[in-house]
Every structure is written in C-alpha cells, then in structure tokens.
C-alpha cells in the first residue's frame, strides 16, 4: 500500500507564510508527478501547483509569484512554500501524487488525507 501524509497547515494572519509537506511511504518503485489542490467551502477542488519528476512546475494564475512548489525525491516528499498569504487562500489543502506501485509496475492516483489553511487577521 501507499500512503501520503501532509503537515504544515494552520492558522495564519494575511501576508504571512506557511509550508506544506506531503510524504509519500509504502510499496513505491517510483514517483511521476506531485501536486497540490485545495478546496474552499462551497467550491470545487482546484489544482493549486504541481511539479513532474523533472523538476517542471505549474502554478494556478491565483497564486503565481506567492507560492513555491518543490520536491525532494530522495525522501518522496513535495512542499508547498506558501508566501504574502491572503483570506482568499484559506481551504482545506491536499497532496496528490502519480505512484508507480512495486510489483505492479502501474501508475495510480493517491491524495493525502488534507490539511486546513487558514488565513484570518
């Protein structure tokens, strides 16, 4: 099995930063793209950036400048630097991965189980 676990959510006042971590553990040959999402209260998930085993990134227009997406694959672990944070930013964010599983040798969709970001004066 695979698991991503996320930390790093939180309660923060506008303009201010947080960093997101997601872990991935368990039968993994090999890790393609990671990305996060968000959902806020009453809307539809988004994707918010992602990032290919390459080193490639993509960025919401919403958050292009303000966040960083960045991996480390030694240790299977994406982050999200999260800067000049707005009310707006507040939702519930999640991890998302394209596992190759050991053994299978096939590529699946795993989420973290999502972290809340809060952005409140």
């Known amino acids: 099995q695979v698991q991503l676990v996320e930390s790093g959510g939180g309660l923060v006042q506008p303009g201010g930063s947080l960093r997101l971590s997601c872990a991935a553990s368990g039968s993994i040959f090999s890790i393609n793209a990671m990305g996060w999402y968000r959902q806020a209260p009453g809307k539809e998930r988004e994707l918010v950036a992602d990032?290919?085993?390459?080193?490639?990134?993509n960025y919401a227009d919403s958050v292009k400048g303000r966040f960083t997406i960045s991996r480390d694959n030694a240790k299977n672990t994406v982050y999200l630097q999260m800067n000049s944070l707005k009310p707006e930013d507040t939702a519930v964010y999640y991890c998302n991965s394209k596992i190759v599983r050991r053994w299978t040798w096939s590529e699946y969709i795993y989420w973290g189980q999502g972290t809340q970001v809060t952005v409140s004066s």
């Open positions: 990032i290919t085993s390459g080193g490639s990134t």
